[in-house]
């Protein structure tokens, strides 16, 4: 069945330092959408990306989405202590919402 | 607006005890609504989805259950709990081509 897959499973960074994350699905997504869940809270949506070789950005946030639309990366540019957190990429599967087991953020001060 | 209810927060229940685990969407109606289990430090793994009422498609084989007894409400359920049910369930919402509203998240501990 459909797989989304996530690299890597965590990532220590220095403040300041920039940060990505991959993502990848064994069939084509019609969409991808980012997740971030602070540690203790619950996943809250970031962005969503449709279209083929989409890139979007939220402020120290790049999203892109690849030419066949079966891999994303999320890249943050200096990170900071607010970043800390596990970031989820998600692909639609018929009525389900399939997650990417998450990136872990850690930020050394 | 919409909302999402989920409770309790914190639950801790002796192995074999039942469960149920209530979540409340309120400003739409129809919703797709969702169960995911995430163990610590781990991903979501989803348990149930339901895309109607009394529609329940099951992920996963486990001694688990879910409901839906009217549009906006989804029910998890278990008659005797294992230790490897503990985790953190998290009820979400979702509308067409929207984005997953989660609800704050049950966190269950089972001893």
């Known amino acids: 069945g459909q797989q989304v897959m996530q690299i890597p499973q965590y990532q220590h960074v220095q403040e300041g330092e920039d940060f990505t994350t991959y993502c990848n699905s064994s069939t084509t997504l019609s969409n991808i959408q980012w997740y971030k869940q602070r540690p203790g809270g619950h996943p809250v949506f970031l962005i969503q990306l449709v279209k083929s070789g989409e890139v979007k950005k939220q402020k120290r946030l790049t999203f892109q989405f690849g030419e066949a639309k079966k891999n994303s990366s999320l890249h943050i540019t200096a990170t900071q202590t607010t970043d800390v957190g596990t970031y989820f990429c998600?692909?639609?599967?018929?009525?389900?919402?399939?997650f990417g087991k998450g990136t872990r953020l850690h930020i050394l001060p | 607006s919409q909302t999402i209810h989920q409770w309790p927060a914190t639950l801790v229940q002796p192995v074999g005890s039942p469960l149920s685990l209530e979540c409340t969407v309120e400003g739409t109606s129809n919703p797709n609504l969702y169960w995911y289990r995430q163990a610590a430090g781990r991903g979501l793994q989803l348990l149930f989805y339901?895309?109607?009422?009394?529609?329940i498609s099951s992920e996963v084989p486990q001694n688990l259950s879910a409901s839906r007894p009217q549009d906006r409400q989804f029910i998890l359920s278990s008659k005797k709990l294992l230790l490897s049910d503990s985790g953190f369930y998290l009820c979400?919402?979702?509308?067409?081509?929207?984005?997953?509203?989660f609800g704050q998240g049950t966190r269950l501990t089972v001893v």
């Open positions: 339901s895309i109607g009422i009394d529609q």
């Open positions: 998600a692909g639609p599967r018929w009525g389900e919402i399939i």
């Open positions: 979400a919402w979702k509308g067409g081509h929207t984005e997953a509203f």
